[in-house]
């Protein structure tokens, strides 16, 4: 049988060490999240598509679709980013009272250099689309309607 002494040590040391262990993953997520930031607010525009960044996320303008990003989009230190997100298709014509569009879910991601972004939309394994946009650009669409 272990003395007090023994057993206190053995404890204290345990705490200890749990406690360093639980500083540094801290430390390396706050890292990690330093390490993003987010892209910058306002519109981004190209051939077929706008994009509108807010601060909570971004909606998305295209020809014959829209689409959604429900929260900040982040860049890491090489300015890529990916982001969950909604694509609803639209269609020419009228549109009926009791017509509620699909919406899928889809992946936008790419990079921002500077004033420029690549932006590519997929859903599941299929590409909908490669666009390259400028921030405070005149957005070229032809809405299907």
């Excluded at 262990?21 to 993003?36: D, E, R, W």
């Excluded at 519109?43 to 960044?53: F, K, M, N, R």
């Excluded at 971004?58 to 860049?75: F, I, R, S, T, Y």
Aim: net charge neutral; with cysteine; proline share 5%.
């Amino acid at each position: 049988m272990l003395p007090i002494q023994q057993i206190t040590y053995i404890a204290s040391f345990k705490f200890s060490l749990a406690l360093a262990v639980v500083s540094i993953l801290l430390q390396a997520n706050t890292c990690a999240a330093a390490g993003q930031k987010a892209v910058n607010k306002g519109t981004w525009a190209g051939d077929h598509i706008v994009l509108e960044v807010s601060e909570n996320g971004a909606k998305v303008e295209l020809d014959c679709a829209h689409g959604e990003v429900a929260q900040p989009v982040k860049v890491d230190k090489r300015g890529n980013f990916k982001a969950s997100g909604t694509f609803t298709p639209e269609h020419g014509g009228p549109v009926l009272r009791d017509e509620n569009p699909e919406s899928a879910p889809v992946t936008y991601s790419g990079q921002v250099n500077g004033d420029t972004m690549t932006l590519t939309i997929t859903r599941g394994e299929e590409k909908l689309g490669d666009f390259t946009l400028t921030r405070g650009g005149q957005p070229h669409l032809m809405k299907c309607r």
